[in-house]
């Protein structure tokens, strides 16, 4: 008899829960309980900001100019992450001295937390050092192919985490996504205008492999993939007899690294009697100040296109 009644009452329990939850959601568009986010990087910053948008709060741990081979989380931060609902982070090694801090968060399971390169299909990835235990290389925002589907895990994660808005979530990646394909039909005739022996891109540190990949550009730069290890007079060295032997026109600077490595290659190519000009900044693994033309993802990527091509066309 007990049982059957149990039985009898499940229906009822489950509506009774399902009301509940419907009583949290509204209480979330009224903007009170809205989904904690936090993100390392600007250019996920901005990509969570538009699939979010006003549903999420949202946290940037790492700002313009700051280098992300580098960065150490301060006390803030920490406090900033364990009070996340969902991070995203980049991974592959990027955020290299937080690695471990976001690993142990993701291990204690009360957050949920994403590193958005390491969801892409390994077979996209470019290599790094698999015996240093770094795998791939992690600039893959510089491929807007790769970020559209780094947008999708954006897309599903939120909607894992907030489903009352998931209907919401979709229809902004979708609007994004269509955003990100202009882009990267941009950026292809944009590159057109570069002679194909004239596609070589010389820069401080490794951050434009993908890019290179993805609109046909040989890449060279005088540190590796990470800023982790002091560029030496070898590295410089070998860098200008290529930009010598290539006759290449330009060569960047980047806003998270100093410029002195590039000025030295600079320097080093007019001690063997030849020109090289200084192209311009380029944004490698930050954004530029909010506001400015390079502050959201989009604006970097059309403003690197932009100093690239003027450069070297
Ligand atoms: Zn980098």
Redesign the pocket.
């Known amino acids: 008899m007990n049982r059957c009644l149990t039985i009898l009452l499940m229906p009822i329990l489950l509506l009774t829960m399902l009301t509940a939850c419907g009583a949290a959601t509204s209480t979330s568009d009224a903007g009170q309980q809205r989904l904690n986010v936090v993100a390392t990087t600007g250019q996920i910053a901005d990509t969570v900001a538009n699939v979010g948008g006003d549903h999420i709060e949202l946290t940037t741990l790492l700002g313009p100019g700051i280098d ?2 580098s960065y150490v989380p301060t006390e803030g931060n920490m406090t900033t992450l364990q009070n996340a609902q969902v991070i995203f982070y980049n991974g592959l090694y ?1 955020e290299a001295r937080m690695d471990r801090v976001l690993q142990q968060i993701a291990q204690n399971g009360n957050v949920t937390v994403v590193a958005v390169a390491e969801t892409l299909p390994e077979l996209s990835l470019l290599g790094w050092e698999p015996e240093a235990g770094k795998p791939y290389d ?2 893959v925002w510089n491929d807007v192919r790769l970020w559209m589907q780094v947008t999708e895990t954006i897309r599903d994660t939120l909607s894992a985490a907030d489903p009352a808005h998931a209907e919401i979530y979709t229809t902004n990646t979708a609007a994004y996504i269509e955003e990100l394909q202009t882009l990267h039909n941009d950026i292809q005739a944009a590159v057109s205008q570069i002679p194909q022996e004239r596609r070589v891109l010389v820069t401080a ?1 490794d ?1 434009f492999g993908y890019f290179g990949r993805a609109y046909g550009f040989a890449v060279e730069a005088v540190q590796g ?3 982790e290890t002091e560029a030496s007079t070898a590295d410089i060295q070998a860098l200008a007899s290529l930009v010598v032997e290539r006759q290449v026109p330009a060569i960047f600077i980047e806003t998270t690294i100093s410029p002195r490595t590039i000025e030295a290659v600079q320097a080093a190519v007019q001690a063997a009697g030849h020109e090289v000009k200084l192209g311009g900044e380029l944004f ?2 930050a954004l530029g100040e909010p506001g400015t033309p390079a502050g959201t993802y989009i604006g970097m990527m059309r403003h690197n296109t932009d100093t690239i091509v003027a450069a070297l066309r």
Do not use: E, M, N
Request: aromatic share 0%; net charge negative.
């Open positions: 992300p081979h990027l992690p600039h540190h951050a993939i990470s800023t490698s693994d």
